[in-house]
DNA sequence: ACTTGACCTTCCTATGACTGGAAGCATAAG
DNA sequence: CTTATGCTTCCAGTCATAGGAAGGTCAAGT
């Protein structure tokens, strides 16, 4: 199978493909033409790489899930580590996120948004003493 | 004011400084020894900036809402477009991640983390078909 | 005058996870 | 025989910095 096929099975870019083989995620065979000849096996472990990536896991915790997943006498334990991990940095992110849309709509909400140049969003980037925010709200 | 001070002031570090310089952001002048002056205009740019990165604006944003702020005829609508639009990439953001961590926190449950192999988060992983999730939920 | 240490300068490299593109070989169809 | 598609490698770019090397400047202390 060359690389277009897995591309479209696997529904990861072949030039994602490629980057995985140079970062040795993955070590397809070589047809004579020097073709990349993907077996069942790199099918495989491609789908489950495109999954751990869309769950967010970075390519490292894919390095060693992809391990822990060829390994037969590992323990989940060590597998939930790296999800917990993962949970908790997701975590952090939705909550730095959500600290950040709050003040914003706030901000949004209260401009007006039109012709005039008064603006309190501009107002508060550029009054704020460094690290407080002056926007201040009911609750 | 050399750039130790601006760097204090500000609250960015002082590499950060230099790379705003970089790409055109701020302009400071200079002193006879080569050293960066900067103006209390240049420290007003500065903690705009960084309060603007805080909230998640790109440094195009960024530029975008300096030239804007400079702008005495602006219309107020202008900053609230660039707001609004990036408050939809915050919230397409927390969406993508919240949807992350509803099916990560399911597999991790499921996960007994113990010495056994048998683990529900590598095979949601490995038997995945592409872009299809297996995990099944009552609610 | 000399040294130490703190501060400043520029320049180059690295990050993460790709993406885009150029130059060139392989293969299949018409 | 041409054309078109697919494959190869290699190099550069993305974003917003961070790290570090090599060297100039300045104020204080001996």
């Known amino acids: 199978m060359n690389i277009g096929d897995a591309a479209q099975l696997s529904g990861l870019p072949a030039k994602t493909i490629r980057y995985y083989e140079d970062i040795g995620l993955i070590e397809p065979l070589r047809s004579a033409n020097g073709y990349r000849s993907f077996r069942e096996s790199d099918l495989h472990k491609l789908t489950f790489l495109g999954r751990a990536r869309s769950l967010g896991f970075t390519i490292d915790d894919c390095r060693t899930l992809l391990t822990l997943y060829r390994d037969r006498s ?66």
């Open 74 to 139: 590992r323990a989940s334990a060590d597998v939930k580590h790296v999800a917990q991990d993962h949970l908790a940095c997701i975590d952090r992110k939705i909550v730095e996120l959500t600290e950040m849309r709050r003040t914003l709509s706030h901000l949004v909400e209260a401009c007006a948004g039109d012709d005039r140049p008064d603006c309190p969003i501009l107002a508060d980037l550029a009054a704020v003493a460094p690290g407080q925010s002056c926007v201040r709200q009911s609750n």
